[in-house]
């Protein structure tokens, strides 16, 4: 019997006792169970307010007239009022059994569900700019994303995860520009650089020779628009450099795709999707919904009375241009239910213009589109600011916290051969990073302290990573399979019923953590999870106990910890590892 069975029986045995003895009622119907804030309260809770209108009583005192009426069993062993609500003790033994058989059978895939079964959505994530390396702005952007994505897969969702890179435009061709200047033909093989920093470093030219004087910022802007017009126009010399210039990237690009465990189905190019956006301005303008401008330009206003230019006087397509045609793109293409971009708050009113500006051309589909706005992330001395030079980059936060991993597992195995400890290192590092990025809900900012993340205590990736660890080398020292046949009453303990408790919760919890797209809440549930292993691990020897059932008793209790404990890890995005 699987936990929403058991819950089921107990909902079933509720409603038909309500009917009995108030009457038939819809919101009995409704009625969903909870558990008690303390274990010895009971195993499930039931609140009464929902009924308290409809049968014009107190909550308490409905709850005190269901206690005395439902009627106990050999699985539900006591129904208790408490105020408002009501408590159930299940038979400790079948409860046990009933769920430990449920995790062993199910594996990996406890917790998963077909909720989303038939449906199909569309996440675009991360749409890098090739003219500079990732930073850590992307890295949040790309850990929610993949975090996301694995709890919707988990809910039976189908997931197409889409990259649109912005590879055109007038921010490449600035570096594009001071490439052809002060380059001087070298290359990202010659300089030894990886090739995203490579070009970097020519965006951050281009602004800090701007900078000099007013006359050299206004040639700079001149020399790029007319790079851009040549681009546009297809003239073979600009396009050659452009495409050298961003393999450069895109191959710098691969590399911290593949460190980050970043995933992805599609990816499609501004520089292919801006011809189909300007065909969605010409339809607009042939329905008279966008104006052109005394110079030249196309514009669309807004319910509000702002403008949006859509197309420059010049004729060359802007940012909103592709998203546009990226839109049309994906609709046509993949046919998602949802399409759901993750971007970063400062676009909150990008796309909420993409989508009015797609309304207003007649694409009912736009109510399809939908975007998920995250929090900014913060350095000590304020946000970055790549123009400038003065970003983390991502390759470079993901180095510099690997040597701080490396640190911590020096400090504790100082004998460990390099090249184990420097494999543990990687894999705690990002456990760090994506823990840190992701333990707080998407909106709120954040301000990241590598120091604070790599802690292996406290609430962090590599604390949860050291309790899956720990149920592995139990696991490992008992050199025993455990099963579910086995006599669960004597496991008395608190600490015991309250890591059950945890266990017992998970579906629910990867239920809720998809549905509102928050990481963030298993981010929690897996660090108290945790915390309630290392608490059991402390209090209840496991293979010192006093009896054989009871040292198999508590083994299970540990296996099934142990799949929980590494299937929330994954669903972050963490590798779970058996030694620290």
Same mark, same amino acid.
């Given at each position: 019997?699987?936990?929403?069975?058991?819950?089921?029986?107990?909902?079933?045995?509720?409603?038909?006792?309500?009917?009995?003895?108030?009457?038939?009622?819809?919101?009995?119907?409704?009625?969903?169970?909870?558990?008690?804030?303390?274990?010895?309260?009971?195993?499930?809770?039931?609140?009464?307010?929902?009924?308290?209108?409809?049968?014009?009583?107190?909550?308490?005192?409905?709850?005190?007239?269901?206690?005395?009426?439902?009627?106990?069993?050999?699985?539900?062993?006591?129904?208790?009022?408490?105020?408002?609500?009501?408590?159930?003790?299940?038979?400790?033994?079948?409860?046990?059994?009933?769920?430990?058989?449920?995790?062993?059978?199910?594996?990996?895939?406890?917790?998963?569900?077909?909720?989303?079964?038939?449906?199909?959505?569309?996440?675009?994530?991360?749409?890098?700019?090739?003219?500079?390396?990732?930073?850590?702005?992307?890295?949040?952007?790309?850990?929610?994303?993949?975090?996301?994505?694995?709890?919707?897969?988990?809910?039976?969702?189908?997931?197409?995860?889409?990259?649109?890179?912005?590879?055109?435009?007038?921010?490449?061709?600035?570096?594009?520009?001071?490439?052809?200047?002060?380059?001087?033909?070298?290359?990202?093989?010659?300089?030894?650089?990886?090739?995203?920093?490579?070009?970097?470093?020519?965006?951050?030219?281009?602004?800090?020779?701007?900078?000099?004087?007013?006359?050299?910022?206004?040639?700079?802007?001149?020399?790029?628009?007319?790079?851009?017009?040549?681009?546009?126009?297809?003239?073979?010399?600009?396009?050659?450099?452009?495409?050298?210039?961003?393999?450069?990237?895109?191959?710098?690009?691969?590399?911290?795709?593949?460190?980050?465990?970043?995933?992805?189905?599609?990816?499609?190019?501004?520089?292919?999707?801006?011809?189909?956006?300007?065909?969605?301005?010409?339809?607009?303008?042939?329905?008279?919904?966008?104006?052109?401008?005394?110079?030249?330009?196309?514009?669309?206003?807004?319910?509000?009375?702002?403008?949006?230019?859509?197309?420059?006087?010049?004729?060359?397509?802007?940012?909103?241009?592709?998203?546009?045609?990226?839109?049309?793109?994906?609709?046509?293409?993949?046919?998602?239910?949802?399409?759901?971009?993750?971007?970063?708050?400062?676009?909150?009113?990008?796309?909420?213009?993409?989508?009015?500006?797609?309304?207003?051309?007649?694409?009912?589909?736009?109510?399809?589109?939908?975007?998920?706005?995250?929090?900014?992330?913060?350095?000590?001395?304020?946000?970055?600011?790549?123009?400038?030079?003065?970003?983390?980059?991502?390759?470079?936060?993901?180095?510099?916290?690997?040597?701080?991993?490396?640190?911590? @597992? +020096?400090? $504790? /195995?100082?004998?460990?051969?390099?090249?184990?400890?420097?494999?543990? !290192? &990687?894999?705690?590092?990002? *456990? =760090?990073?994506?823990?840190?990025?992701?333990?707080?809900?998407?909106?709120?900012?954040?301000?990241?302290?590598?120091?604070?993340?790599?802690?292996?205590?406290?609430?962090?990736?590599?604390?949860?990573?050291?309790?899956?660890?720990?149920?592995?080398?139990?696991?490992?020292?008992?050199?025993?399979?455990?099963?579910?046949?086995?006599?669960?009453?004597?496991?008395?303990?608190?600490?015991?019923? @309250? +890591?059950? $408790? /945890?266990?017992?919760?998970?579906?629910?919890?990867?239920?809720?953590? !998809? &549905?509102?797209?928050?990481? *963030? =809440?298993?981010?929690?549930?897996?660090?108290?999870?945790?915390?309630?292993?290392?608490?059991?691990?402390?209090?209840?020897?496991?293979?010192?106990?006093?009896?054989?059932?009871?040292?198999?008793?508590?083994?299970?209790?540990?296996?099934?910890?142990?799949?929980?404990?590494?299937?929330?890890?994954?669903?972050?995005?963490?590798?779970?590892?058996?030694?620290?």
């Amino acid at each position: 019997m699987s936990i929403e069975d058991i819950k089921n029986l107990i909902l079933s045995r509720t409603r038909e006792t309500i009917r009995e003895n108030f009457g038939h009622s819809e919101l009995a119907e409704k009625l969903v169970l909870t558990f008690p804030p303390d274990v010895s309260f009971g195993d499930f809770a039931l609140e009464c307010f929902p009924l308290a209108k409809e049968f014009k009583k107190p909550p308490a005192e409905i709850a005190e007239e269901l206690a005395l009426k439902i009627k106990p069993s050999e699985i539900i062993k006591n129904i208790q009022a408490d105020g408002p609500y009501l408590n159930f003790k299940i038979s400790k033994d079948f409860l046990f059994k009933e769920v430990l058989r449920e995790i062993f059978e199910k594996g990996e895939n406890f917790g998963n569900s077909e909720i989303g079964k038939n449906s199909l959505f569309l996440l675009e994530y991360l749409s890098p700019n090739t003219n500079k390396p990732l930073h850590l702005g992307h890295i949040r952007n790309g850990v929610l994303a993949m975090a996301i994505s694995n709890l919707l897969e988990a809910q039976g969702y189908k997931i197409i995860k889409a990259n649109l890179v912005n590879d055109r435009g007038i921010h490449i061709c600035q570096s594009t520009l001071a490439w052809q200047k002060w380059g001087g033909g070298e290359t990202p093989r010659s300089s030894g650089v990886k090739g995203d920093h490579f070009v970097g470093r020519f965006y951050v030219r281009y602004h800090s020779e701007a900078g000099k004087s007013p006359e050299i910022k206004e040639q700079l802007e001149k020399e790029t628009r007319q790079m851009l017009q040549k681009w546009e126009a297809g003239d073979k010399e600009i396009i050659e450099l452009w495409q050298t210039m961003n393999q450069w990237v895109e191959q710098g690009f691969e590399e911290t795709y593949k460190e980050l465990g970043l995933k992805f189905d599609v990816f499609d190019y501004e520089s292919e999707t801006y011809k189909l956006g300007k065909k969605i301005v010409e339809i607009g303008i042939q329905k008279g919904v966008f104006k052109k401008t005394e110079d030249g330009a196309f514009i669309a206003e807004l319910t509000n009375g702002q403008k949006i230019t859509l197309i420059r006087s010049d004729g060359t397509s802007v940012y909103i241009t592709q998203d546009l045609g990226a839109a049309k793109l994906r609709i046509e293409r993949h046919r998602p239910d949802r399409l759901i971009y993750v971007s970063a708050v400062e676009q909150d009113f990008h796309f909420k213009t993409l989508f009015e500006i797609l309304e207003m051309v007649g694409f009912q589909w736009a109510k399809k589109l939908n975007h998920l706005s995250y929090g900014l992330v913060n350095l000590p001395e304020g946000k970055m600011k790549s123009r400038e030079g003065k970003v983390v980059d991502a390759d470079d936060l993901i180095s510099a916290i690997k040597d701080l991993a490396l640190e911590e @597992i +020096l400090k $504790r /195995h100082s004998d460990l051969e390099k090249s184990e400890a420097l494999e543990r !290192a &990687k894999k705690i590092g990002l *456990a =760090a990073i994506k823990f840190y990025l992701l333990r707080v809900k998407p909106v709120q900012e954040i301000n990241f302290n590598p120091k604070e993340s790599i802690s292996f205590d406290g609430f962090t990736g590599p604390y949860c990573q050291y309790a899956y660890g720990r149920a592995a080398n139990i696991l490992k020292k008992a050199n025993k399979e455990v099963g579910a046949e086995i006599d669960f009453s004597v496991l008395n303990k608190k600490e015991e019923l @309250i +890591l059950f $408790r /945890h266990l017992i919760q998970f579906p629910e919890k990867i239920r809720l953590a !998809a &549905k509102e797209f928050n990481p *963030a =809440a298993i981010s929690e549930y897996l660090f108290e999870t945790a915390k309630a292993f290392n608490h059991f691990y402390t209090f209840c020897p496991v293979l010192a106990g006093e009896t054989e059932n009871l040292i198999e008793a508590r083994l299970a209790l540990v296996r099934a910890a142990s799949i929980i404990l590494k299937k929330s890890l994954n669903l972050l995005g963490i590798e779970a590892l058996k030694a620290m």
